[in-house]
């Protein structure tokens, strides 16, 4: 059983700075792509960033030149470090990976969820 388990998070002011790492455990074959995803009350869930499994990411515009998203895949490991952040950016942010556990196998993972409120 493979699970995610993130850490980070928490309260800045605007213009602060956040860390996030989610690392996945269990019984791991491969691990595809790996991502970050928000949630603010009355919106829908949105990809912020992800990054495939030989290091290319992507970006939502919003975050665009503010936030970078990189993996360690000896520890099966992503991060995401979010710089000049902005009231806007309050939300629940998931961490999601597609893992191969094996053969014909495939698991879509996501973290527990972890709030990142900006506000003075």
């Known amino acids: 059983q493979v699970q995610l388990v993130e850490s980070g998070g928490g309260s800045v002011q605007p213009g602060g700075s956040l860390r996030f790492s989610c690392a996945a455990s269990g019984t791991i074959f491969r691990i595809n792509v790996m991502g970050w995803y928000r949630q603010a009350p009355g919106k829908e869930r949105e990809l912020v960033a992800l990054i495939s499994s030989g290091g290319t990411p992507r970006y939502a515009d919003s975050v665009k030149g503010r936030f970078t998203i990189s993996r360690d895949n000896t520890k099966n490991t992503v991060y995401l470090q979010m710089n000049s952040l902005k009231p806007e950016d309050t939300a629940v942010y998931y961490c999601?990976?597609?893992?191969?556990?094996?053969?014909?196998?495939?698991?879509?993972?996501w973290g527990q969820g972890t709030l990142v409120t900006v506000s003075s």
């Open positions: 999601h990976a597609v893992i191969i556990s094996g053969v014909s196998s495939l698991e879509s993972l």
